[in-house]
């Protein structure tokens, strides 16, 4: 029964690791009131996303899809890795917008702290 756990545990321990990472990075989006920490959050999420995204396009046995003489040859499936890079860019793209808005917040506000933020709204 142990035995059984740990080989099946074994062989899918990436799709463990990754659920440990989004979990990580939820709760930095969630527990932080620093909104530098939130975007750091933000980021870990979604390496999370791309890692159980690449993790799920494994085929045992497969090659690189290069055209071989040998019709038996099993390929790897590009497509998933082709769709991660245009998800790393966007993921840039976010943490840069994110950036940007954190530094006018600052400029305007003079704090990054959500905390902080609110009690300036609410005596505004």
């Known amino acids: 029964m142990i035995e ?3 080989q ?4 899918r321990y990436n799709f463990y ?12 989006m969630i527990a932080k009131s620093n909104l ?3 975007i750091i959050g933000l980021n870990i999420f ?3 996303i791309f890692l159980f995204y690449i993790s799920s396009s494994e085929v045992t046995g497969g090659t690189a899809p290069i055209l071989m003489s040998d019709p038996g040859t099993v390929y790897v ?7 991660i ?11 840069a917008v994110g950036l940007a808005l954190i530094i006018r917040i600052y400029e305007t506000y003079g704090t990054i702290e ?6 300036q709204e609410e005596k505004t």
């Open 46 to 48: 979604q390496t999370a």
């Open 8 to 11: 099946s545990f074994f062989l």
């Open 4 to 6: 059984t756990f740990f």
């Open 114 to 119: 959500e905390d902080e933020l609110l009690v």
């Open 17 to 28: 690791m990754a659920v440990i990472i989004m979990l990580i990075g939820l709760y930095a």
């Open 85 to 95: 890079l245009t998800a790393i860019v966007v993921a840039v793209s976010t943490t």
């Open 77 to 83: 499936n590009p497509l998933p890795h082709v769709l």
């Open 36 to 38: 530098i920490k939130k």
